[in-house]
């Protein structure tokens, strides 16, 4: 079965910092991953996702996240973090055509 | 324009009360969707909605009714609501999917069952 584990639960990291969020995942069929951002009180947003092509996807935002299939990772990073990135980010997969798993989620904490 | 909408916002109630909880999305999507988020914050898809019909139900018990009035409209009604259905409570919806396409988010409804 399909599933993503975020192993870090919280990252606080100083500004202007780089920063890796973690994930893995586990599918035995072709994957489609996906990087969701929610900021407090508020509802998900896409952030950057990987159909296919290049393994390495950008946002417009600055982070970046490089699918890797040997490894069954798609690590999110930025090479500098403002305050404003403080949020929890969540890792997902679709399973199927209608459903998508997330992991557990990785808070991201901005220290200045 | 606010492309996914939720309401409540917020809802507290008592246990064993019915509540509903409505969504609607002006994106023009075919597929909606409800999340439950926890205290934790783990997100676990509920139901799975496209062109008014249910397609996924992930083993949700069945106090929880989701009803698809029309493709924008994505209502969640609760039946005797119990201490552990406390919870954020997101919808989205997008485009028709294949598994490829962008969920948008609507702001959530925190439920607090005292």
């Known amino acids: 079965a399909q599933s993503v584990t975020q192993l870090d639960s919280q990252v606080p990291v100083f500004e202007e910092a780089p920063v890796e969020l973690r994930c893995n995942y586990s599918s035995s069929v072709s994957v489609y991953l996906f990087w969701y951002v929610q900021y407090p009180n508020q509802g998900l947003q896409l952030l950057l996702k990987?159909?296919?092509?290049?393994?390495l996807v950008e946002s417009i935002n600055g982070f970046e996240a490089e699918f890797n299939k040997s490894q069954t990772s798609f690590h999110l990073r930025k090479p500098s973090v403002h305050i404003s990135d403080t949020a929890e980010y969540f890792c997902a997969v679709s399973v199927g055509t209608y459903k998508y798993i997330f992991g557990t989620g990785t808070r991201l904490k901005v220290l200045a | 324009d606010t492309a996914v909408s939720q309401t409540p916002k917020y809802l507290v109630t008592q246990m064993g009360n019915d509540k509903s909880i409505k969504c609607e999305q002006n994106?023009?999507?075919?597929?909606m969707y409800w999340y439950k988020q926890d205290s934790k914050k783990f997100l676990k898809i509920m139901f799975s909605y496209n062109n008014k019909e249910l397609i996924i139900n992930e083993t949700v018990p069945n106090r929880f009714s989701p009803k698809s009035p029309d493709k924008a409209h994505l209502n969640l009604h609760i039946n005797s609501l119990e201490l552990g259905d406390s919870a954020v409570y997101f919808c989205?919806?997008?485009?028709?999917?294949?598994?490829?396409?962008?969920?948008?988010f609507g702001p959530g409804t925190r439920l607090t069952v005292l």
């Open positions: 989205a919806s997008s485009p028709p999917t294949s598994g490829m396409s962008t969920q948008y």
């Open positions: 994106l023009g999507h075919d597929t």
């Open positions: 990987y159909l296919s092509g290049s393994t």
